[in-house]
Each structure stands twice: as structure tokens, then as C-alpha cells.
């Protein structure tokens, strides 16, 4: 195993714990959650690594539940201090979390656990059901379309699929000048990306609303920001029947 798997699959163990949500009362999964510290001058931060020292506060991942939280002085009680958090902490931790997710795609690169480019796509769709199909928001309507179709026609359903990131995004991460398609190729760490993905839905849609709602709602249990909040936000990808 890869350092850079080991260090995925690390963390999405630790993940595998259960933890209260400030907001809601509800115990849920880490994997569901967003973690805050508090900073010594009382401001709170997104901690979406769950890494930082002190006490944790720990909140549903979606916009509502971190705005919920602060309106009604949770991360006061949470913290047992006072804890001021700015009127944008949920964007602040959109905005964490998305590079998070971008980080851990280039982990997965050098992992060896990433196909790029149309031609290494349309092999793998091939070889057997992807586990997680990504697109560039920006990339041409045709390239995808094609992927899809052959996806389905091969395997009689669409992949679960990631659109948020587009080309210049995706390129940075994976070591491009851009990245159109790409899909994850090793189970484990499908697995854990999807989790983080998950989070980032609370925040906003992970397939366009442009795209055919086919392809948004094959294996997930999340949608986008305004989906049901009694849904876990979990990618169900089905990677056992591959």
C-alpha cells in the first residue's frame, strides 16, 4: 500500500466513529459531520481535517445546520466559552472542504488509483463498472454524454458521478493542465473520497442542475444542498456488485 492510500484509508477509519451534532442533537457519523475549534480569540473555525488541538464542536455537514448552530448559540454552549463565528463560517467551510477534496484526488493520483483522460475512461468503463465517474462542470456536453451512454449501454446504469470541479480545478490537482474525465479505479479509496464528497454536498450540488437527473440520482443519498436533510448524505456506489 501506497503512502499516499495508506494515509486516505487512515483517516476514513478514524472517520468510522460517532459524534453529536451541536445543532441538531443527533448522533451521527464523523463522516456526516464537520468538526469547529476555537481559535484563543474566541473566533471559531472550520476544522474539517478534524485535526486541530482543544475541544471540538461538531455540527451537520450542510449550510443550514453550521447557520442553525450559530444563530442559536451552540458553539457557546459546545465550547463552554464564548465563541463568536462569523456570518460566513458555512462558506469558509465550503470552501475547506472542496479543496480537501481536491487534495485527496491528487493523494489518489499518486496512488496509481486514478484513470485521466477519455481514452483511460472509456477503458476502465470497459473493463467493468467504474466506481466513481468525475467530470469537469466545464467540459464539453459530448465527451460526457458518450462516457455515459457507454456506461449504461455496457452495464445497464449510469456510474455515480461527480461534477462539481471544473477543468483548471481538476488539473491542478491531478498534475494538468486540465482534466476533463477521470474515474477512480481502487474500491478503498473510491470509498473515502465518496465520503468526502458527501460532506461537500451539504454545501452545493455535486452534478450540475443542467445535467439529466438521471445522472444525479443514481446512488446517492444526498443530491445537493436543498436535498431532503432527513437523508444521509452518503454516496451508495455499489461497489460490491461490480
Request: with cysteine; hydrophobic share 45%.
Amino acid at each position: 500500500m501506497s503512502p499516499a492510500s495508506s494515509q486516505i484509508e487512515a483517516e476514513a477509519a478514524r472517520r468510522g466513529r460517532e459524534r453529536r451534532c451541536i445543532a441538531t442533537q443527533e448522533v451521527l457519523p464523523e463522516t456526516q459531520l464537520i468538526r469547529f475549534a476555537l481559535r484563543p480569540d474566541g473566533i471559531v473555525v472550520p476544522d474539517v481535517a478534524a485535526k486541530l488541538p482543544g475541544r471540538g464542536a461538531w455540527v451537520r455537514a450542510s449550510r443550514k445546520h453550521i447557520e442553525q448552530a450559530a444563530a442559536k448559540g451552540a458553539f457557546s454552549r459546545a465550547f463552554k466559552a464564548p465563541a463568536k463565528a462569523a456570518a460566513d463560517l458555512a462558506d469558509q467551510t465550503a470552501r475547506l472542504l472542496r479543496q480537501r477534496c481536491l487534495a485527496n484526488l491528487g493523494l489518489i493520483r499518486r496512488a496509481g488509483a486514478i484513470a485521466l483522460g477519455a481514452t483511460q475512461v472509456e477503458a476502465a468503463i470497459r473493463a467493468r463498472p467504474v466506481l466513481l465517474l468525475i467530470e469537469a462542470s466545464d467540459g464539453a456536453a459530448e465527451g460526457r454524454e458518450k462516457l455515459m451512454r457507454l456506461h449504461i449501454g455496457l452495464w445497464s446504469r449510469p456510474p455515480a458521478l461527480v461534477g462539481c470541479f471544473d477543468q483548471a480545478e481538476l488539473g491542478v490537482a491531478l498534475g494538468r493542465e486540465r482534466v476533463i474525465h477521470a474515474c477512480l479505479l481502487q474500491e478503498r479509496l473510491a470509498s473515502a473520497w465518496a465520503a468526502e464528497i458527501g460532506r461537500l454536498a451539504g454545501f452545493h450540488a455535486i452534478v450540475p442542475g443542467s445535467w439529466p437527473d438521471s445522472w444525479r440520482s443514481n446512488g446517492w443519498g444526498l443530491g445537493g444542498a436543498d436535498a431532503d436533510e432527513s437523508q444521509p448524505r452518503t454516496l451508495h456506489t455499489n461497489f460490491g456488485d461490480a
